[in-house]
């Protein structure tokens, strides 16, 4: 992902974030609105090849990421530091469900997340499913993702694609977010100030 795209992305998020608390501010609109800006209902498969939905993980935070398995950069980065707040967390951990989300469904098939996402972690669950789920999820998550004709990437292209981690709570709603070049102590230190 190039920087300058970062940025875009970045102002993007935050006006749309700056929108929903305009809102919100203005008591015309439901407190709802707020918290219902990112994240939400899904219906994907993960890399085990089981159909599974937001509703399988309830009781639990998640650290949710966006990416995909041919990423030179962003996607390692932030999947290495969700696995390292993971492992600072310790016994807490317990409670958190660290995923990962692909945005390339026709490369990442179940398989190929399967074989990714456990070089990471041995918690970490790895969803993909049809163009339309993809496309519907990354919607609810406000994710950015696009793809780039590339010569130089397997199949002859590149995704780009914002590059967030969200932290949502035990109902599926949204807590906060950070970058995928967060340190492990900031994103460890969050959730371990959760109940
Ligand atoms: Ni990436």
Redesign the pocket.
Known sequence: ?RLKLIAIIAVAFLAGGALAFALRSEGTTPASVGTAAIGGAFSLTSHLGQRVSEKDFAGRYLLVFF??TN?P???PA?LQVMSAALDKLGAKADGVVPIFVTVDPARDTPDVMKAYVSAFHPKLIGLTGTEAEIQAVTNTYRVYAKRVEDSGSPGGYT?D?S?FIYLMDKAGLYLTHFSHSASPDEIANRIAALD
Do not use: K
């Open positions: 992902m990416g995909f990423c950069d962003v996607c932030g995704m694609h590059g």
